[in-house]
């Protein structure tokens, strides 16, 4: 089993940042890519950023240009640095952590609310 733990989130005013931090604990060892998805009330989980086991990183249009996501391994941990803030970013975002499943069952944190403010 593995735990993903998620903090950072919080209340912010459009064109600020902020910083989402998740660490894993448990089997630690079978983690293979790490992800941060998002998701708003009544709507689906998206995916916004993976980062592979070896550092590979991939943005959806959700965070192109204005997010980061970096991959602590020694630390057992992922973040997400999120820049140029807007009202469209409020949502819930999760930490996500595939253990060689091809992310057909994924390992999910409680989630950590965002929200802009206009």
């Known amino acids: 089993q593995v735990q993903l733990v998620e903090s950072g989130g919080g209340l912010v005013r459009a064109g600020e940042s902020l910083r989402l931090s998740c660490v894993a604990s448990g089997e630690i060892f079978r983690i293979d890519s790490m992800a941060w998805y998002r998701q708003v009330p009544g709507g689906q989980r998206e995916l916004v950023a993976v980062?592979?086991?070896?550092?590979?990183?991939y943005y959806t249009e959700s965070g192109k240009g204005r997010f980061a996501i970096a991959r602590d391994k020694a630390k057992s941990t992922v973040d997400l640095q999120m820049n140029s803030l807007k009202p469209e970013d409020t949502a819930d975002y999760y930490c996500?952590?595939?253990?060689?499943?091809?992310?057909?069952?994924?390992?999910w944190g409680q989630g950590t609310q965002v929200t802009v403010s206009s």
């Open positions: 996500a952590a595939d253990t060689n499943t091809g992310w057909l069952n994924p390992y």
């Open positions: 980062v592979s086991e070896s550092g590979t990183a």
